[in-house]
C-alpha cells in the first residue's frame, strides 16, 4: 500500500488554518480595521450604484434621485457596529474572512439603498438583516472554537493518563 504524507504539501497542518486566525492587537489597530472595512464596503456600494450593466428593466436602477448623504451615512454607521462586531469575535477566536463579511454586507446594503431609497424603517430592517447575518457567523466561529477547546482538552487527558 502507498504511504502518504500525513499532511501533503500545500495542505493546511496541525499549526496552520486555512484563513481563519485570531486577529490580537492594540486597540487602535482593531479601529482602523473597523474605519477602513467599512469605508472600502460604502465606497463599493457608491461606486456600484453609479452605473449599470445592461438595459434599465433587467436590474437595479443606477442611484435614484434624491439625498445621497443621509444613506452613505447610515451605512457607515451600520458598518462600524457589524464590522467592531466581526473584529471583537475576530480578536478571540479564529473567524474565517471577517473583513469579506463586513465589506460584502455593507456593500450590498449600500447599493440597494441608494438604487431604492426606501424609508428609514425599511433601512432599519436591512440593518437587523445585517446584524442576524454578522451574528450567525460570529456564532460559527464561536462554536468552532469552543469544539477545538473541547476536543484539544479531551485529548491532553488522554495523553497524561
Request: glycine letters at 12%; charged letters at 15%; hydrophobic letters at 55%.
Amino acid at each position: 500500500m502507498n504511504d502518504l504524507p500525513e499532511y501533503p504539501a500545500g495542505s493546511v497542518g496541525p499549526d496552520d488554518s486555512e484563513d481563519a486566525e485570531v486577529r490580537p492587537g492594540p486597540l487602535w489597530r482593531h479601529a482602523a480595521w473597523v474605519a477602513a472595512v467599512t469605508a472600502a464596503g460604502v465606497a463599493l456600494g457608491w461606486v456600484g450604484a453609479l452605473f449599470r450593466i445592461g438595459p434599465e428593466e433587467f436590474g437595479l436602477p443606477p442611484a435614484a434621485p434624491g439625498a445621497l448623504w443621509p444613506y452613505l451615512l447610515a451605512w457607515t454607521a451600520i458598518g462600524l457596529a457589524l464590522a467592531a462586531i466581526l473584529r471583537c469575535v475576530a480578536a478571540k477566536v479564529p473567524v474565517y474572512e471577517p473583513e469579506t463579511a463586513a465589506i460584502g454586507l455593507v456593500m450590498i446594503g449600500t447599493r440597494l439603498t441608494l438604487g431604492w431609497r426606501p424609508e428609514p424603517l425599511e433601512v432599519a430592517g436591512l440593518a437587523g438583516v445585517g446584524l442576524l447575518l454578522v451574528a450567525v457567523w460570529c456564532a460559527v466561529a464561536l462554536r468552532g472554537a469552543a469544539v477545538v477547546r473541547r476536543t484539544d482538552g479531551v485529548s491532553r487527558a488522554r495523553g497524561t493518563a
